[in-house]
């Protein structure tokens, strides 16, 4: 699986983006999918996270009722709608799939990366 992020950029406090995670192969729907993100000097963290059907989404404390994981099977996508940004949301973020169940917030769970697209957020 290659996976393609997309959609960051710079926004100011309050604001929202979309980022877009394309994915190529066939077998896009069996892999869970989740967004990372790392800042400067920081570790890579959990953001959220979505079962391979969709039906299951997990979020980062951070996250909670401001960003929105989501996925389209059928175009082989995933996406993180983020609302409510916070000079703190500044980072690169990451998609990552994985063909394991469970442990959606480890790092080292996660069988294969995306390049990163980094979101600035001004205040």
């Known amino acids: 699986v290659q996976l393609q992020a997309s959609g960051g950029g710079l926004v ?12 190529s192969g066939r077998t896009f729907s069996s892999y869970g999918m989740g967004w990372f993100r790392q800042a ?13 059907s969709g039906g299951l989404t997990y979020y980062a404390d951070s996250a909670k ?3 929105t994981i989501s996925r ?3 175009k082989t996508t995933v996406y993180l709608q983020m609302n409510s940004l916070k000079p703190e949301d500044t980072a690169v973020y990451y998609c ?16 294969y990366w995306g390049q990163g697209t980094l979101v600035t957020v001004s205040s």
């Open 65 to 67: 009722g401001r960003f």
């Open 96 to 111: 990552a799939a994985k063909l394991r169940p469970g442990l959606v917030r480890i790092v080292d769970e996660y069988d």
């Open 72 to 74: 389209d099977n059928a």
């Open 12 to 23: 100011q406090a309050g604001g929202s983006l979309r980022l877009s995670c394309a994915a």
């Open 40 to 52: 400067p000097g920081k570790e890579r963290e959990f953001v959220a996270g979505i079962s391979w």
